[in-house]
């Protein structure tokens, strides 16, 4: 299986704050990372997909980067409604997996 | 607009038989762009990938939950289901269903809202 380490577990800032998460691939996964957020007693909700592409509907504050083993979620400027936990998820190979979650609060 | 709604009981004795099952409205689980799946999370833990379904009955199942789960589509309920045997307190989580356009191991655009299954005697 593809292990995806998530950095840092979690991380305090103030609001208008650039937040970045980074998630790295136990092998190369070429494009094939997804974003997701997770707010207390919710489902997660897909914000990029394929690395770099912003999901319908999701704020232009986040967008992600990064191929083959290392990439990158950016929160451009943070806001109140952005607490919450984000993962990874590689969907190169079966079976997905996802990262272990970033809890991003406000300072 | 797609809802997915899981149900089934929400307290299972150890060694039985949890099943769920997912209702799919606003869209059809006939269509053949999309997988439909299961994904559980430990209370307070990450996020587990169970296996998906194809319409057509084409199965993808995680390796290491594989001996005890059986996931299965009724197209004409417009439902997809989940049965893990064996229970024990590991298999204690919110369970959600889910669709994944384009691949059985692909990304997750709709999800349901969850629901917590406990396993205690």
């Known amino acids: 299986d593809i292990q995806m380490t998530q950095s840092p577990s979690s991380l305090s800032a103030s609001v208008g704050d650039g937040v970045t998460i980074t998630c790295r691939a136990s092998q190369s996964i070429s494009r094939s990372l997804n974003w997701y957020q997770q707010k207390p007693g919710k489902a997660p909700k897909l914000l990029i997909y394929a690395a770099s592409s912003l999901q319908s509907g999701v704020p232009s504050r986040f967008s992600g980067s990064g191929s083959g083993t290392d990439f990158v979620l950016t929160i451009r400027s943070l806001q109140p409604e952005d607490v919450a936990a984000y993962y990874c998820q590689q969907s190169y190979s079966a079976p997905v997996t996802f990262g272990q979650g970033t809890k991003v609060e406000i300072k | 607009q797609l809802q997915l709604q899981e149900s089934g009981p929400g307290l299972v004795k150890p060694s039985e038989t949890l099943s769920l099952t997912c209702s799919v409205s606003?869209?059809?689980?006939?269509?053949?762009?999309?997988?439909w799946g299961w994904i559980r999370q430990p209370p307070g833990k990450g996020l587990e990938w169970i296996g998906s379904i194809y319409y057509s009955g084409r199965i993808h199942y995680n390796p290491s939950l594989r001996s005890r789960v059986t996931i299965s589509v009724d197209t004409s309920k417009s439902q997809f289901s989940l049965k893990v045997t064996s229970v024990t307190a590991a298999d204690t989580a919110v369970y959600f269903c889910?669709?994944?356009?384009?691949?059985?191991?692909?990304?997750?655009?709709?999800w349901g809202q969850g629901t917590l299954v406990t396993v205690s005697s």
């Open positions: 889910a669709r994944l356009p384009g691949a059985a191991a692909g990304r997750i655009d709709h």
């Open positions: 606003g869209g059809s689980i006939s269509d053949s762009t999309y997988f």
